[in-house]
């Protein structure tokens, strides 16, 4: 009897990471479809993440005209100053800014995304080390999804444009894509029409971003995944020379082995840089010009997981990065001549080794993991010259360095119906960022100085919560959580237009999160409601902001989008979004007041592959404040009006 022709197995190229467990719902994961990922009004990465329950950057404005460092996304009301306390990855790579923490919003469109995960509380596994409020990943999407050749070209009702298009070939067993988007505007008025000046200027920006994502199989089971991106940022904020630059360039390489020992391996690095004018709101002169902050971030990972059988997976690796970078900036008289020349900066370093373990037993989903952190904060230094070179400050710090260890775990339980249980808790650790320790900044009048001594933020926190999802089409959530993030970094005023980084005793948020995903026929609804008690713990000489609600924090946040699609290839929806009250400042002195906006989206065949597209923000017209210093105000993106076509071909 002749033998039978042995069959190769079939290799599935998916770009992603490994899967995650069944045990993964124990911390409260909310997931972002792709048809959300492309449909948002603003077509901008902020405002899809919105949706999620709990996120918030620490302005409402967009990245179109807020100041690129103040882009910290968090989660949970666990904000108070400008820098991430989520840890946010694309296809696994930390997305936050070396130098600052903030996240390169501009730098991540939409369209090129398959799906975004958001999971709340502390993180103990791969890069842990951040993720005291929680962790954003980003999943680029692959060729399929992306079709061979896409693109689209919208304008608005002000002449600005959003072009972007993306190539995806297959190749091979593999696939490549090239993408690119150029965003540009004359903006919109930031200064109410009241407190406009001749030096008043719309919210000019100018931004463009490329990427390029090589895929291809090695062998049987192991996956190549190379990724490079490339960005840079102009906007102009409120005054005639007010201009903010940022730029950057990441490359990574990926290596995800899917056989009877699974492993990610994961390299990348970072070269990034930000520039700042500021200008004096009463001689609109140039106080402070940032001229630069390079920084540089490299890192990686290394995760395994052991053959261990169908219930129970086991995840043990390690994970470093290592942040450098400093300021050059000059400060300027009301002549407009130099006063001062300064250079400040430093190094931190963080190496992490995990180990988590997951159990299937019967209807109980059990997990737990240890994460221990030998962290290092090196190099500081703070040098500054008057315009005539001679030196005023030589300020070196000492190096510090220590071991801090977190553990998260939890259990879902599935009742039946589709009920499940779930409970978690968890404990996290985040470094001061380059720029906590060692950049002071201003926002005109206000100066705040940076703090070389301050210490690791921790988090301690637990959750509860139960959902229903008896089917695909029905899915509730409701969460309740108590998270404390000790010794929390804070923008704190020590004198009138004085403010100085320091550690406040903690943060402490308790609230309720309720989320839904309904799907009725050719409707559907995605919602997120969240109720939050936050409140500052301090004592000595920050006591005076015990019990005040952390800066730019609203008790109350809510988002819901309705879907119709009548037919293939056509897309309607709308977008409510509510933020409540919230403060400016540490002292509750200045209030930002509530806001609703409605947004809406269409997307409508034309010929072939072209469709057209109309988006509409802000509906309502509604003034968003976005800053209030002592009645100085600034506003949010007014109602805009797109166009424009879109257009996907197939493989």
């Known amino acids: 009897m002749a033998a039978e022709a042995k069959v190769p197995p079939e290799i599935v190229v998916t770009g992603e990471g490994l899967a995650e467990s069944p045990a993964t719902p124990a911390y409260g994961v909310q997931e972002i479809s792709r048809e959300r990922l492309i449909s948002s009004a603003s077509g901008r990465i902020e405002d899809v993440l919105s949706s999620a329950a709990g996120f918030q950057q620490f302005r409402r404005s967009d990245s179109r005209s807020s100041n690129p460092s103040a882009q910290g ?94 190539i995806a070939p297959s190749l091979g067993r593999g696939f490549a894509e090239v993408s ?48 490079g991106l490339a960005f840079e940022d102009r906007r102009t904020l409120r005054f005639a020379g007010a201009d903010t630059g940022s730029e950057g360039q990441d490359a990574s390489l990926r290596l995800v082995g899917r056989g009877a020992w699974q492993f990610d391996a994961l390299a990348y690095v970072q070269k990034r840089d930000f520039s700042n004018i500021v200008i004096s709101s009463t001689n609109f002169r140039k106080t402070l010009d940032q001229r630069r902050t390079p920084s540089t971030g490299i890192g990686g990972k290394l995760e395994l997981r052991p053959p261990l059988g169908e219930a129970h997976v086991l995840r043990l690796g390690t994970d470093w990065r290592i942040a450098d970078g400093h300021l050059e900036e000059d400060a300027y008289n009301p002549a407009g001549a130099v006063t001062a ?113 301050l210490t690791n933020e921790e988090l301690l926190g637990f959750e509860g919560g139960v959902d229903f999802a008896p089917s695909d089409t029905i899915k509730l959530s409701l969460t309740a959580f108590d998270n404390k993030v000790k010794h929390a ?40 409601l969240t109720l939050t008690d936050a409140e500052v713990e301090a004592s000595g000489i920050s006591a005076g902001l015990s019990g005040k609600r952390p800066a730019q924090t609203p008790r109350v946040a809510a988002s819901g989008t309705l879907s119709w699609r009548p037919r293939e290839h056509w897309l309607l929806a709308a977008t409510l979004r509510h933020t409540g009250t919230q403060f400016e400042d540490d002292l509750e002195t200045d209030m930002l007041p509530a806001a609703t906006m409605l947004d809406a989206y269409a997307e409508l065949p034309l010929v072939g592959p072209f469709s057209l597209v109309l988006r509409g923000e802000n509906l309502t017209d509604t003034n968003v404040v976005t800053r209030n210093q002592a009645g100085s105000i600034d506003l949010g993106a007014p109602r805009t009006i797109w166009a424009g076509v879109k257009v996907r071909l197939g493989q």
């Open 341 to 453: 020349r300064r250079r400040a900066g430093g190094t931190n370093s963080d190496i992490g080794l995990f180990l988590e373990g997951d159990w299937t037993l019967g209807q109980v989903a059990l997990t737990a993991g240890v994460r221990t952190d030998r962290w290092t904060v090196r190099d500081g230094f703070f040098h500054e010259e008057n315009a005539a070179g001679v030196v005023t400050k030589d300020n070196s710090f000492p190096d510090r360095a220590g071991w801090d260890t977190s553990l998260r775990g939890g259990a879902v339980w599935q009742t039946g119906g589709g009920f499940s249980l779930r409970a978690a808790a968890y404990s996290g650790l985040r470094l001061p960022t380059l720029n906590e320790l060692y950049r002071p900044f201003v926002v005109f009048p206000v100066t705040t100085n940076a703090n070389a001594a």
């Open 489 to 528: 970094v804070a923008n704190v005023t020590i004198a009138p237009n004085l403010r100085e980084r320091r550690n406040v005793d903690a943060v402490h948020a308790r609230g309720v999160e309720l989320t839904a995903s309904l799907r009725f026929g050719k409707l559907s609804f995605d919602g997120a």
């Open 73 to 166: 996304v968090t989660l949970r009301a666990l904000g108070g100053n400008a820098t991430s306390r989520t840890l946010v990855l694309l296809d696994g790579v930390p997305m936050a800014d070396p130098m600052f923490g903030y996240i390169p919003l501009s730098a991540i469109a939409p369209e090129r995304l398959a799906s975004a995960r958001v999971t709340r509380g502390g993180g103990a596994g791969a890069f842990g080390a951040g993720a005291v409020a929680g962790a954003i990943e980003l999943t680029s999407a692959d060729a399929e999804t992306l079709g061979l050749l896409s693109g689209q070209a919208l304008a608005d009702d002000r002449g600005a444009t959003e072009l972007s298009g993306t």
């Open 180 to 227: 690119g988007r150029w965003d540009r505007g004359q903006g919109f008025w930031m200064t109410p029409q009241s407190q406009r000046v001749p030096a008043s200027v719309r919210a000019r920006y100018d931004s463009w971003s490329a990427s390029a994502r090589l895929v291809e199989p090695i062998g049987d089971d192991v996956e190549l995944q190379l990724r």
